[in-house]
């Protein structure tokens, strides 16, 4: 199957710092989805970025689908950002089950 | 709109016990999925559902576990006997898309099962 590696596996920040978090995939996908895991579990949809850049607030996603990589940008980080953050890849058209990576685990700090 | 909603959030039972998870998709939504997260592992896929058929059910693990969508709106999980391996998150999502149109998954708080 498809292998889906995030990195960092851990980031801690201090408040208003920017970060960029990364998902390298092993083979060309046709949907991919960032996630945020919030405190009670929940995966919130970010974005749905099989290729491009899509902006949302002080988040934005780039996917470079030819070199099979997708980054998230968080910018002026603040403590709600804290969390774990998927990168989930659906491999082909009519697939439809997502290969999840294991997660960045992201602490904002005061 | 509601989003999917899963129930119960927690469950703690012991090994030999049964235990039905439930799941509501988002109304409309003809995709139902099941993902589970085991300690320390990623979130894998379970099974597929189009409406009430089984899609793909590649995932599950053995069948101790069993899956249905009667009517094609609401969806259960039921695992029996529950062994000790089976704790974790377990996941369900939806999602509207048919053929090659966006398939973006909508993902509920999941529900902790914890077998003793």
């Known amino acids: 199957g498809i292998q889906v590696e995030q990195s960092p596996p851990d980031l801690i920040l201090q408040e208003g710092a920017n970060s960029t978090l990364r998902c390298n995939f092993s083979d060309s996908v046709n949907n991919l989805q960032w996630f945020h895991q919030n405190p009670w579990g929940q995966l919130i949809n970010l974005f749905y970025?099989?290729?491009g850049t899509k902006q949302n607030g002080r988040l934005s996603a780039t996917t470079v689908a030819t070199e099979r990589y997708s980054l998230l940008y968080i910018s002026s980080s603040q403590t709600t950002d804290s969390g774990v953050y998927f990168c989930?890849?659906?491999?082909?058209?009519?697939?439809?089950?997502?290969?999840f990576g294991a997660g960045t685990t992201v602490t904002v700090r005061a | 709109e509601a989003g999917v909603t899963q129930f119960p959030s927690h469950s703690v039972i012991e090994k030999g016990q049964t235990v039905t998870l439930r799941c509501d998709p988002i109304?409309?939504?003809?995709?139902l999925y099941w993902y589970r997260r085991v300690m320390g592992k990623e979130i894998k896929f379970l099974l597929h559902f189009v409406k009430e058929s089984k899609q793909d059910e590649s995932g599950m693990p053995n069948n101790r576990f069993l899956a249905e969508r009667t009517g094609g709106t609401y969806s259960t999980l039921k695992v029996q006997p529950a062994e000790l391996e089976d704790s974790g998150v377990y996941f369900c999502a939806s999602s509207q898309a048919s053929g090659i149109g966006e398939n973006i998954q909508y993902f509920g708080a999941g529900t902790r099962l914890s077998v003793l």
């Open positions: 989930a890849v659906e491999r082909s058209v009519g697939d439809y089950k997502l290969s």
């Open positions: 109304s409309g939504h003809d995709n």
């Open positions: 970025i099989p290729s």
